[in-house]
C-alpha cells in the first residue's frame, strides 16, 4: 500500500475527545514532515504509531533537503480553527514553504504532528494528507499548498 489519500488519526480525536492528551491547535508547534510513497498511512494506527519517528513516520522515511526543508519538518504558521458552515470545524494554516534552494523528489505526502506533546506520546501525529502523486523540485522552493478545506476539516 501507499499514500492514496488524506485522514486524521482516530486515535488522536479520542485521545483530545477523552482528555488523555492537551493538544492545542492554537498555540502547540505543529509540524509538517514530508514522506515518499514507501509507507502506508493508516488512520487507526495506536498513538503510538502515528507519533514523528515510529511507526511508519520514521525519519529514515521522512525526505528532507538539507537547510531548505528540515528533517522533523517545517512549523505550520497562520494557524486557524473555524466553523465555516453549518456541521463543519475546520483547521487551516499558511500554505508551508521551504527555502529557496531546495531539492526534493517523489514526495507524495505528508504527516502533521504536535512538536509540543509529550502526552500521551510525544509528537503525536494529527493528520496525515496525500498530495496527489509524486511531487518534485529542483534548487527552488517546495510548498505545500493547502486545501480550501483546510488541512483537516471534521463533519460533525
Known amino acids: 500500500m501507499?499514500?492514496?489519500?488524506?485522514?486524521?488519526?482516530?486515535?488522536?480525536?479520542?485521545?483530545?475527545?477523552?482528555?488523555?492528551?492537551?493538544?492545542?491547535?492554537?498555540?502547540?508547534?505543529?509540524?509538517v514532515a514530508l514522506y515518499g510513497n514507501s509507507i502506508t498511512p493508516d488512520r487507526d494506527a495506536t498513538a503510538a504509531n502515528t507519533a514523528y519517528n515510529a511507526g511508519?513516520?520514521?525519519?529514515?522515511?521522512?525526505?528532507?533537503?538539507?537547510?531548505?526543508?528540515?528533517?522533523?519538518?517545517?512549523?505550520l504558521s497562520s494557524k486557524s480553527l473555524s466553523t465555516p458552515s453549518t456541521g463543519v470545524v475546520m483547521f487551516d494554516a499558511a500554505d508551508t514553504s521551504s527555502g529557496s534552494s531546495a531539492t526534493l523528489t517523489n514526495v507524495y505526502g505528508v504527516m502533521v504532528y504536535d512538536d509540543t506533546l509529550t502526552t500521551p506520546v510525544a509528537d503525536q501525529?494529527?493528520?496525515?494528507?496525500?498530495?496527489?502523486?509524486?511531487?518534485?523540485?529542483?534548487?527552488?522552493?517546495?510548498?505545500?499548498?493547502?486545501?480550501?478545506?483546510?488541512?483537516?476539516?471534521?463533519?460533525?
Open 2 to 31: 501507499a499514500f492514496t489519500e488524506s485522514r486524521i488519526f482516530r486515535q488522536t480525536i479520542a485521545d483530545v475527545l477523552g482528555n488523555t492528551t492537551a493538544m492545542d491547535l492554537d498555540s502547540d508547534t505543529l509540524k
Open 56 to 75: 511508519q513516520w520514521l525519519a529514515a522515511n521522512e525526505l528532507s533537503s538539507s537547510g531548505q526543508w528540515a528533517v522533523g519538518g517545517v512549523a
Open 125 to 156: 501525529g494529527v493528520c496525515y494528507n496525500y498530495l496527489g502523486g509524486a511531487n518534485n523540485v529542483t534548487s527552488g522552493t517546495f510548498t505545500v499548498i493547502w486545501n480550501a478545506n483546510g488541512v483537516f476539516r471534521i463533519t460533525v
